[in-house]
């Protein structure tokens, strides 16, 4: 592992928490904004400083912090990144400014308090993409729920928002329940024997990774992470609050939802590596999953009249196809598995801004309130459709690479693996073409649709940002397929050559039935 002097992981943490404070305490409106986006300004910028001194031909942890956190129970203040991670600290930088900058003028009260949780968001999303230690990824990972609880429940559109925001908080509190268990049980078997003390737990994530648990308990916490991070992702049949919070959530919160998949990154990260003979073993589990989220979610979005809930469908879908690669356990659906988390970021949290823009000028993204769009708002449209066409994977956008890989990945795993990967293309793009067909183009149905603005310039800059990205990265794709192949090398290859360890075989003290 490798180390810098300065500790610009802890610094890109605490940036966005004390500019929370800062914001929160701003009093004025304007104030307030001004200095949430210059926050998140510098946050962008130092985190490009740290994709800047990441090293991609080192698959280890690099930026490594570690300093003595909780003595007595052995708790570590451990950050680092690696290939997994590294991309997605800039990202969630941009991500949460744009959200900043689209919640410019639509936010009417609280707003101090509003960028301030999205700043508090912020630094606590940063911390579950470098935590290193368990308990401390535990702390990120649980302090994600205040911020979109408030986020949700005071500034939502929707009638049912409270109810949307006790529903998501009540689904990642089942989810975080397993994680606690299987981080346990993970630290037990960690754990080393201390003359005076007893078992001494051990939290630290390197250390889990090179002290592999027993088979016996292997399935356990394979489904014990899986359990917990579907939740988040999310998987069917977990995935009912996605819709609920897009349509009764602000759509910056869901931006955010459906840009950040936090879950998925958790399978990555924890799930399949930290119990890698299970991992392989439910290997058909996991893309059984992935494959039923795929098509499922295409199929119900087929059906959706509105485009915030069709949307929040198709990132189901899409995360499904996420899941079939990365259970396909080769080269290609880990590297496309990592493209494709990156490109949401892009790609369906500007589809969600671009939404929000819609409800905000009409009160109203239903179908049936839509119509010649492309007439009134035809910079609106333009933006639109590339983004529509990035999620479908049209060749000369970001989506087609990644798509590429993940369906390459399902084919050499198994064919119906395949054979469900590319149903689920030709119906993203039935689903997507055809909503864009009745809300874009054709006559104006109704006459509030006539009087609407196209984008401002603020708007106009906000968007033109990651179509650049969409553009660059779906011509030079190597750009990001480099950054994190060494990686992915190692990811995979602890995983496919870790050797069968035996209960009676495992060092130290670990769990016992």
């Known amino acids: 592992m490798s180390a810098s002097d300065f500790p610009l992981l802890s610094f890109l943490i605490a940036l966005p928490l004390l500019g929370a404070l800062a914001v929160a305490l701003a009093g004025d409106k304007d104030r307030a904004r001004k200095i949430a986006a210059f926050i998140a300004v ?52 941009f991500v949460t400014l744009m959200a900043i900058v689209a919640s410019w003028n639509s936010i009417q009260h609280l707003q101090p308090f509003h960028y301030a949780l999205l700043l508090a968001l912020e630094g606590v999303t940063i911390g579950v993409f470098t935590a290193l230690d368990m308990v401390l990824f535990f702390l990120f990972w649980e302090l994600t729920l205040p911020p979109i609880f408030f986020l949700i429940g005071l500034w939502g559109i929707g009638p049912h928002r409270r109810m949307a925001a006790v529903k998501y908080t009540l689904f990642m509190l089942f989810g975080g329940a397993a994680l606690l268990i299987a981080i346990v049980i993970l630290a037990l078997n960690a754990g080393v024997q201390v003359d005076g003390i007893g078992t001494q737990l051990v939290f630290s994530l390197p250390v889990m990774l090179e002290k592999p648990l027993s088979d016996e308990w292997q399935g356990t916490v394979f489904l014990l992470l899986l359990l917990a991070f579907a939740v988040k992702t999310p998987l069917v049949p977990f995935h009912t609050w996605m819709p609920t919070v897009t349509m009764e959530g602000p759509p910056q919160v869901a931006a955010l939802l459906t840009g950040l998949k936090l879950g998925a990154y958790g399978i990555i ?21 992935g494959a039923i989220t795929l098509i499922y979610g295409a199929l119900i979005a087929l059906h959706q009249t509105n485009l915030r809930r069709l949307l929040a469908y198709a990132s189901v879908s899409h995360v499904g196809l996420v899941i079939v690669g990365i259970a396909s356990l080769n080269m290609q659906g880990i590297q496309g598995a990592i493209f494709q988390l990156f490109n949401f970021t892009i790609v369906a949290s500007s589809l969600m801004l671009i939404a929000g823009f819609i409800q905000h000028r009409l009160g109203s993204t239903e179908i049936v309130h839509l119509g010649g769009l492309a007439k009134v708002m035809p910079k609106l449209t333009g933006f639109y459709f590339l983004f529509a066409l990035a999620s479908i994977g049209i060749p000369g956008t970001s989506g087609f690479p990644a798509e ?18 590319l149903a689920a293309a030709v119906l993203s793009a039935a689903y997507m073409l055809d909503f864009t067909r009745k809300a874009f183009f054709g006559p104006i149905i109704h006459q509030t649709v006539r009087q609407l603005q196209d984008l401002r310039r603020r708007e106009l800059l906000l968007l033109c940002v990651p179509v650049l990205l969409v553009l660059v990265f779906g011509f030079f794709p190597n750009l990001i397929l480099h950054t994190h192949e060494k990686a992915a090398d190692v990811w995979l290859t602890r995983i496919l050559e870790q050797p069968a360890i035996r209960s009676d075989e495992v060092a130290g003290v670990g769990v016992s039935e």
């Not at 490594?64 to 991309?87: A, K, T």
Request: no cysteine.
């Open 42 to 93: 510098i946050e962008l910028l130092g985190s490009l400083l740290a994709l800047s001194w990441f090293n991609p031909d080192d698959g280890q942890f690099q930026l490594l912090e570690r300093h003595s956190w909780i003595p007595d129970l052995n708790v570590e203040y451990m950050l680092g990144i690696d290939g997994l991670s590294v991309l997605f600290l800039p990202m969630t930088a």
């Open 404 to 421: 590429l890989l993940l369906i390459i990945s399902a084919l050499v795993a198994h064919s119906s693996l395949g054979i469900a990967a």
């Open 269 to 289: 990260r924890f799930t399949m590596p930290l119990a890698p003979s299970a991992a392989v073993e439910y290997s058909w589990l996991l893309g059984v999953l």
